[in-house]
């Protein structure tokens, strides 16, 4: 079975500071993982994604994530925050040996203080 | 750039009536797929959709639901008899091929079942 564990509901962040979300995973093959963004009244935004290959992975925004093979885990990072980063962020897992529809972390609240 | 976009972005009905939420994924996708994510919950998995047929579907997706492409461009959801807890966003989502190929989401339709 798959799974993805944000274990922050909230996470508040000064602008200008460094800004981590956690993600946690569970699936039976190799993962693909991927990080989406929602703003109010939105869809999802796509953000980026590891595959294989380098465990740092850029996105869009200045965003980046560490994939971790032994802790199974994709944190979402940003060396500095800004106020427009303020929005819902969903860690998404696939298995690579599975079916293709993504599941979903509950997702984190990202608040950046000015 | 491509995008998915979905009608109506609003939809109010009785419970017992009929819906189809409608979508159009972005052109040179093979794969579409239905989420849904009742407010202040998590992103659900509904249905796949390649080569005309189901790919997979969730426990979500009973015989009130079914998806349909009527044409080479649009996506539907019908659901037959809406109840209460039917009420969500409901997310149409595109890829190129699934597997490693991120999905690309509409701005959703907003479901309300009164």
């Known amino acids: 079975a798959q799974s993805v564990a944000q274990p922050e509901d909230q996470v508040n962040v000064a602008e200008g500071n460094p800004l981590t979300v956690k993600c946690t995973y569970s699936?039976?093959?190799?993962?693909?993982l991927f990080w989406y963004v929602q703003y109010p009244n939105r869809g999802l935004q796509f953000l980026l994604k590891y595959i294989t290959g380098d465990n740092l992975v850029k996105g869009s925004y200045g965003f980046e994530a560490e994939f971790n093979k032994s802790q199974t885990s994709f944190h979402l990072k940003k060396p500095s925050a800004l106020v427009s980063d303020s929005a819902l962020y969903f860690c998404?897992?696939?298995?690579?040996?599975?079916?293709?529809?993504?599941?979903f972390g509950t997702g984190t609240r990202l608040t950046v203080i000015p | 750039e491509p995008e998915v976009t979905q009608t109506p972005s609003h939809q109010v009905t009785q419970m017992g009536q009929e819906v189809i939420l409608r979508c159009v994924p972005i052109?040179?996708?093979?794969?579409f797929y239905w989420y849904r994510q009742i407010l202040g919950q998590k992103v659900e998995f509904l249905v796949s959709f390649y080569n005309n047929e189901i790919s997979e579907k969730s426990e979500i997706f009973d015989d009130q639901f079914s998806v349909e492409r009527p044409d080479g461009s649009n996506f539907t959801l019908k659901i037959r008899s809406t109840k209460l807890e039917d009420s969500a966003m409901y997310f149409c989502a595109s890829d190129l091929a699934g597997g490693p190929y991120e999905q690309y989401f509409g701005p959703g339709t907003r479901l309300t079942v009164t």
């Open positions: 998404a897992v696939r298995d690579s040996t599975g079916a293709n529809n993504l599941f």
């Open positions: 052109s040179n996708h093979l794969y």
């Open positions: 699936v039976s093959g190799n993962p693909y």
